[in-house]
Nanobody, 120 residues
Framework: QVQLVESGGGLVQPGGSLRLSCAASGSIFSVNHMAWYRQAPGKERELVARMFSGGSDDYQDSVKGRFTISRDNAKNTVYLQMSALKPEDTAVYYC??????????????WGQGTQVTVSS
């Protein structure tokens, strides 16, 4: 009922910037929050940033001040603007949504992921 599609990943030099996009579609009744997670090889998936329906957000300490989560409600899209990228940011980035569908039940929805590689 809900599809999240990420885009914008790629290869970036250290110190560079990249913006990820996540477009949500389907039978969406309401959104509790959207988030970005990432997973590096051999590591657990970790929360990067979240934005709640009221507009508040929070970030993992390692990206605070460098990453910004935002949204465009008209496009049903959430973004992750990444700046001052470091090699440690290399991972597959996943879009996540806590979203209620037409049945008014909130469920967790995941995108398929987009690769971000930070390397010189």
């Amino acid at each position: 009922q809900v599809q999240l599609v990420e885009s914008g990943g790629g290869l970036v030099q250290p110190g560079g910037s990249l913006r990820l996009s996540c477009a949500a579609s389907g039978s969406i009744f309401s959104v509790n929050h959207m988030a970005w997670y990432r997973q590096a090889p051999g590591k657990e998936r970790e929360l990067v940033a979240r934005m709640f329906s009221g507009g508040s957000d929070d970030y993992q300490d390692s990206v605070k001040g460098r990453f910004t989560i935002s949204r465009d409600n008209a496009k049903n899209t959430v973004y992750l603007q990444m700046s001052a990228l470091k090699p440690e940011d290399t991972a597959v980035y996943y879009c996540y949504g806590r979203i209620a569908t037409a049945d008014r039940i909130h469920r967790s929805w995941w995108g398929q992921g987009t690769q971000v590689t930070v390397s010189s």
